[in-house]
């Protein structure tokens, strides 16, 4: 549930309000803030302050177009949050290319702790021909194990399909030494008719196996995904996707999983 105001052509401000599972505490499903803050957009610039949307895979997760099945691949596997405390700015000197930076707090819209720690962002965006979209990403937050992410994605849409690819790393997960991980993400989408589309997606996570350990340190998480199905709305703002998703773990001593859903998305 949002609320949208426009002070001025270029001063607008947001608020909306998410019901979902806190991730933090015993509590199910609670109410939070996703968003809450100003925007100021002119021209080629733009900057926004409070409560905001992070630009760490906004266009991946837009490509991709199945958010209310699964989430894409640094949001899913907890690279960075999608929203966070902070302010960002974004500048394109021309239509084919843009530029972003942020200063966040770190810590997710979900748990707001007051520390010396904050994540730098900067982003390259870059459209060289319709369609086609590649992007550059780097993060860091200073503590004594500096966490770093490190992102490269490119992705390719027209009317009738449109196909994604992204490579993911990132330094010392939680700001612990020697706690990498890494992946890469495949995924795609046809569409046959009108209302009617098919799509799929290949996920593949990876932990280092750091000096002593017999394990990587991740190894309960890591594995590869999965996913396909086909999405049909027979009216607009309802959608309609049966998903079939395969998770081969890592970890061998775990068996392969799969399951078969009925997802719906209700938009207005």
Same mark, same amino acid.
């Given at each position: ?107 997710? *819209?979900?748990? /707001? ?7 730098? %962002?900067?982003?390259?965006? =870059? &459209?060289?021909?319709?369609? $086609? ?68 997606? *290949?996920?593949? /996570? ?7 350990? %017999?394990?990587?340190?991740? =190894? &309960?998480?890591?594995?590869? $995904? ?43």
């Amino acid at each position: 549930l949002g609320y949208e105001y426009f002070f001025t052509e270029s001063l607008s401000s947001r608020v909306n309000i998410d019901v979902g599972d806190p991730g933090v505490g015993k509590l199910q499903m609670t109410a939070f803030i996703k968003n809450a803050y100003l925007l100021y957009k002119k021209n080629n610039f733009s900057a926004r302050f409070g409560m905001i949307g992070v630009d760490q895979f906004n266009i991946q997760e837009k490509l991709w177009g199945y958010r209310y099945i699964y989430k894409s691949f640094q949001d899913a596997y907890n690279f960075g949050p999608s929203a966070d405390l902070g302010a960002a700015i974004e500048y394109s000197p021309a239509s084919f290319i843009s530029f972003d930076a942020s200063i966040l707090n770190g810590e997710g *819209y979900k748990k /707001l702790q007051a520390d010396s720690t904050f994540k730098q %962002t900067i982003g390259l965006t =870059i &459209k060289p021909i319709k369609g $086609l979209v590649i992007r550059g990403y780097y993060d860091r937050m200073n503590n004594r194990f500096n966490q770093q992410s490190f992102s490269i994605f490119a992705g390719y849409s027209q009317k009738m399909f449109r196909i994604g690819a992204e490579y993911n790393k990132q330094l010392n997960n939680g700001m612990i030494d020697l706690h990498d991980m890494s992946g890469v993400s495949f995924y795609g989408a046809v569409n046959i008719a009108e209302k009617f589309s098919i799509f799929g997606r *290949y996920d593949n /996570l990876k932990s280092t196996l750091n000096t002593g350990e %017999t394990l990587p340190w991740n =190894i &309960k998480k890591d594995g590869q $995904l999965f996913m396909a199905g086909f999405d049909y709305s027979p009216v607009k703002g309802i959608k309609i996707a049966p998903t079939y998703s395969g998770w081969a773990p890592e970890d061998d001593t775990l068996p392969f999983t799969s399951i078969v859903a009925l997802n719906f998305e209700i938009r207005f």
